[in-house]
């Protein structure tokens, strides 16, 4: 077999380490904010919650593991972390209320600041937010910081409308699904940067996602229980990032061409 060209060899800073982003991203991100709230709920409330959070704590641990040990983007492995990041990220918003009794509206803050500050050590260190120049461990490390504060911001501020504000559960769905077209039409009618348009969908998405969740389960709601709601989204999210893997149809496009010129040369 011939060599290949450099960018193409098996290095570890090859290939992009997360998905295009497609219709079908935004929907396994949606699943993973719904389940990650319904999962973190259910355990605090049938373990004791300390455990709770040293078990969240750990798969947490070991699903960033599995994704930083791959040299390019597995479906399985980003979405775990994802999934994993939904569960611990609702735990750390959770942590400061329940457990230290801070206000809804300081913890939403303080998680807004938090996202503030990794967003901007990134830029000054790498020059770029962009999740398509996701190549080296330690811009992996700044994206993956920057996920989990979304997370702890989403669930914080889906818990500010829903009883800091009095909107409940189903009024925190439709405002959040307001506020969530924002993003889609800056990108698609008024110029809004991709960037700036994908971490704003991306924060959104989280308390969007917490608050059907919620609904679902929750007694406030359509009571179904966390246990059985947690299942019917990580039935979803297991499908979907089966097809992902099968299809291919969210594989960067750097790892096609090279996946493509490796079969050409061989």
């Known amino acids: 077999m011939r060599d290949l060209p450099a960018r193409f060899t098996s290095t570890r800073s090859t290939y992009s380490k997360v998905p295009e982003v497609t219709a079908w991203f935004w929907v396994v991100k949606a699943l993973t904010t719904a389940m990650g709230e319904s999962t973190s709920d259910f355990l605090v409330?049938?373990?004791?919650p300390e455990i709770a959070v040293i078990l969240g704590a750990i798969a947490f641990a070991v699903a960033i593991y599995i994704q930083f040990a791959r040299?390019?983007?597995v479906p399985w492995c980003y979405w775990f972390a994802v999934a994993m990041v939904g569960v611990f990220g609702t735990m750390c918003a959770d942590?400061?209320?329940?457990?230290?009794?801070?206000?809804?509206?300081?913890?939403?803050?303080?998680?807004?600041?938090?996202?503030?500050?990794?967003?901007?050590?990134?830029?000054?260190?790498?020059?770029?937010?962009?999740?398509?120049?996701?190549?080296?461990?330690r811009r992996e490390c700044f994206y993956w910081a920057a996920?989990?504060?979304?997370?702890?911001?989403?669930?914080?501020?889906?818990?500010?409308?829903?009883?800091?504000?009095?909107?409940?559960?189903?009024?925190?769905?439709?405002?959040?699904?307001?506020?969530?077209?924002i993003p889609a039409l800056g990108y698609f009618e008024l110029g809004m940067g991709s960037i700036l348009s994908f971490w704003f969908a991306y924060v959104v998405t989280r308390p969007l996602g917490a608050s059907v969740a919620d609904w679902l389960a929750k007694p406030e709601g359509v009571g179904l229980g966390t246990g059985?709601?947690?299942?019917?989204?990580?039935?979803?999210?297991?499908?979907?990032?089966?097809?992902l893997a099968l299809t291919g149809k969210d594989t960067p496009y750097d790892q096609m061409a090279g996946d493509r010129l490796a079969t050409e040369v061989a």
């Open 45 to 48: 409330h049938t373990m004791v």
């Open 71 to 73: 040299d390019r983007y």
């Open 95 to 137: 942590v400061l209320h329940v457990g230290l009794g801070v206000p809804y509206i300081a913890s939403t803050i303080f998680y807004a600041i938090v996202l503030a500050v990794v967003f901007r050590s990134w830029y000054r260190v790498e020059g770029t937010l962009s999740i398509h120049s996701i190549h080296t461990p």
């Open 147 to 181: 996920v989990l504060a979304t997370f702890a911001l989403g669930t914080a501020a889906g818990d500010l409308t829903a009883y800091t504000f009095g909107l409940g559960y189903f009024g925190s769905i439709l405002l959040f699904a307001a506020i969530i077209a």
């Open 228 to 243: 059985l709601v947690s299942l019917v989204f990580a039935a979803a999210i297991v499908a979907i990032v089966r097809h």
